[in-house]
């Protein structure tokens, strides 16, 4: 389902006719109706008001290929590095929801997510698991040995830490 037609759903959901969406975020009706058609994609800022005046998510009306253009070059570079590049709708929203924040707000998504990863229970458990530590060694000036890429793993997996 695209996000026009994500729209259309919640408009519908809501109760409200595609004019009366478009005098609550301010424009015209005819707008929303190519938006929902998909003849245009909303801004960003256009998205968050549409949402808001249904009363739902940003990230619920996105289809998780809308803003993958916003995505940082470099995350894309550095996983693109890794293998095939696979961006989920999950990825999309959380790059979006991320976006929305000020930089106090994304300071402290970062600092919980670095937390999540600390705990056993959210870590993945495959060969993808050391991707970020290589991925943050790739990023440095220095020269990485297996050692020290051991003495990270062995930090990552301690629980007390």
Not at 50 to 57: C, G, H, K, S
Not at 74 to 99: C, H, M, P, Q, R
Not at 106 to 113: F, G, R, S
């Amino acid at each position: 389902m695209n996000t026009g037609e994500r729209i259309k759903q919640a408009r519908k959901k809501a109760g409200i006719t595609q004019k009366e969406l478009g005098n609550l975020v301010g424009m015209s009706y005819q707008q929303i109706a190519q938006y929902e058609k998909g003849i245009r994609k909303p801004k960003l800022e256009t998205l968050s008001k549409i949402a808001e005046a249904l009363n739902v998510l940003s990230s619920d009306l996105l289809d998780g290929t809308v803003f993958l253009p916003q995505l940082n070059q470099k995350t894309v570079e550095l996983f693109a590095g890794k293998g095939s590049l696979e961006i989920s709708t999950d990825y999309t929203k959380i790059n979006y929801l991320y976006d929305c924040l000020n930089e106090k707000g994304q300071d402290k998504a970062i600092e919980q997510v670095e937390l999540l990863t600390k705990i056993p229970e959210y870590q993945k458990k495959d060969e993808n698991t050391h991707i970020l530590v290589n991925a943050a060694h790739a990023r440095t000036d220095i020269e990485v040995t297996e050692e020290m890429k051991k003495h990270d793993d062995d930090i990552m997996n301690d629980e007390n830490f």
